[in-house]
């Protein structure tokens, strides 16, 4: 059908009112820079770094406890620079985030097949639900006497109690995400046609990230709990993983040695939380819309 | 008792016409279970011929949603038939689009799931984005844009999706007066254009008849159809036409009737 020229002229108009008021209503994006945001995401920490160092020089400075037992910073640091250079700390911690790697794959993959299978099957939820959740609430030490009848001192028994720690978060990430995908987007995705497998790989899965994200963050939390726990119960000759290098410090009562080890097990656990799981919870959170930073 | 024969031949007809209908026959529906129930829908009929565009308006709890839910198969009738012929897509008050997915990948996705090759599917994308004003929005997130443009890309998406019935459920409800009156021309302009068949459900009467060719009055609990006005007026209109605050006066009066029958029972 020919447009008339009145028509033409109205078609034109209201082109020109949608996309004036889509101008308007269109996000602006933010204005700050990157220097100014990293500044301001850095200097509380360092703050709070500076605040932490002094608590605990102040502690020793009271004279609580003797410095054999509670060594100032100084020295700690200084046994951390020596382990740094010669390279015991590289090793070990790269020992112990080598068996987080492989434990936490292994619980990934545990973790997600049992996790979809409980939010499919009505029966395995009855079943299952319940005892995900109360093997996650379970001290991962209390697996080890089992671990050890099981696989004698040996890494298998370390990983075995990694991923019986890791995996029940993350399944209870995966079937909570499924459970609360919101009915408009199940709707929306039934009009699409999408039914059974497909409804779940275009609708039900991706709409389930955000939660899924937050317990495979947990389940990274439970893993390395369990690993250090496990590299000090289960001691293999001739590996000198963080936990081993703990467990030494202490037979020797090397204080400086022993919080130097410390140092490096909180330092590796927040940089994968800030540089893995933060950054994906993070990338996802701002895909979906979810952050304050997007309103 | 819509429009006659003579009246839809004379609009125009080409060949990207889709205009799908809907057959609604003495369509009950109960909610609950033994004791405790709800009739939503009472024997109601409704017939949407090809092309047409009808509006149901009623007061909250007339089961106006529960029978777009019913003609767009979300839910079975417990008494009667619903026949709907042609592909139809259901846009909801909140555009249900996929928060994860770019504007252009939410239309893809509707392509996708209706088997349209790969190769294909940008070049429809960016034309369905185009009759709905979106282009330069294809690469945005849904969060990032107004909820009138969710709805021209959920609108996108149903064309996307061929649908030759538009189910609308108060699709223009939660938008500001201004957005709004600029989405009922949109909507008017695509419907003259592209001739599919639209159920529009709404509690405002004034849009009712902007929009519709004619207009059903729904009572409410048990929902049914207390009376049908047609919409005479040419188009385009426009919602501060006198003709269209006229009959939305007389349709209001009507309805207003209709809610005081309740206040004794």
Not at chain 2, 229 to 238: K, N
Request: with cysteine; charged share 20%.
């Amino acid at each position: 059908m020919p447009l008339s020229d009145d028509q033409g002229v109205a078609v034109k108009v209201l082109d020109q009112e949608l996309s004036g008021l889509d101008a308007l209503a269109a996000q602006v994006g933010s204005a700050r820079s990157t220097p100014a945001r990293v500044w301001s995401a850095i200097w509380p920490k360092v703050a709070a770094i500076v605040l932490g160092l002094s608590i605990w020089q102040a502690i020793v400075w009271s004279g609580w406890k003797p410095e054999y037992a509670l060594p100032p910073p100084g020295p700690v640091f200084r046994a951390l620079w020596q382990g740094l250079l010669d390279g015991s700390i590289l090793n070990g911690a790269s020992l112990t985030l080598r068996r987080a790697v492989v434990g936490y794959s292994i619980a990934l993959v545990v973790g997600i097949v049992i996790g979809l299978a409980v939010a499919r099957v009505k029966v395995l939820r009855i079943a299952f639900g319940s005892l995900i959740t109360g093997i996650q609430t379970m001290p991962s030490i209390a697996w080890f006497p089992l671990a050890i009848l099981l696989f004698q001192l040996s890494e298998s028994a370390i990983l075995f109690v990694v991923v019986i720690g890791a995996a029940p978060a993350i399944a209870n990430g995966m079937i909570a995400g499924a459970d609360n995908v919101p009915p408009l987007l199940l709707r929306a995705g039934r009009m699409l046609d999408a039914k059974g497998f497909t409804l779940w790989r275009y609708v039900i899965l991706p709409a389930s990230l955000p939660t899924f994200v937050s317990g495979m963050k947990q389940g990274w939390a439970f893993a390395w709990r369990s690993l250090l726990a496990g590299e000090l119960l289960v001691i293999i000759k001739g590996t000198p993983s963080l936990g081993v290098q703990l467990q030494v410090a202490r037979d020797f009562a090397d204080a400086p040695a022993l919080l130097a080890v410390m140092i490096v097990i909180l330092v590796v656990g927040i940089l994968a939380d800030a540089f893995v799981f933060g950054a994906l919870e993070r990338s996802v959170r701002r895909r979906f819309g979810l952050t304050d930073s997007a309103i | 008792m819509t429009l006659s024969e003579s009246e839809l031949a004379a609009r125009p007809t080409e060949s990207s016409r889709l205009g799908g209908t809907v057959r609604v026959r003495d369509v009950s529906k109960v909610f609950g279970q033994r004791g405790d129930t709800t009739v939503a829908l009472n024997r109601i009929s409704l017939d949407v011929p090809s092309g047409a565009f009808v509006a149901l308006v009623g007061a909250s709890g007339c089961g106006k949603s529960t029978l777009l839910n019913l003609i767009a198969g979300l839910e079975k009738p417990t008494l009667g038939d619903v026949t709907l012929n042609g592909r139809c897509a259901l846009i909801f008050q909140e555009a249900a689009l996929f928060p994860w997915m770019t504007v252009a990948q939410n239309v893809s996705l509707a392509l996708k799931l209706r088997g349209v090759p790969r190769r294909e599917r940008a070049g429809i994308v960016a034309e369905l984005l185009e009759t709905v004003h979106l282009q330069d929005f294809a690469g945005h997130q849904p969060h990032e844009l107004s909820g009138g443009m969710r709805q021209r890309v959920a609108i996108a998406r149903a064309f996307a999706q061929e649908a030759e019935v538009l189910l609308m459920d108060e699709p223009f409800g939660a938008l500001d007066a201004m957005t709004r009156d600029l989405l009922h021309d949109e909507l008017e302009r695509l419907w003259l254009d592209r001739g599919f068949t639209c159920v529009f459900v709404t509690h405002n009467v004034r849009e009712a008849v902007r929009l519709a060719d004619r207009v059903e009055v729904l009572t409410s609990r048990p929902g049914t159809i207390a009376e049908t006005f047609e919409v005479p007026f040419a188009r385009p209109r426009r919602i501060e036409d006198p003709e269209v605050a006229a009959l939305a006066g007389v349709i209001t009066t009507r309805l207003r009737q209709e809610v005081r029958s309740h206040a004794t029972e």
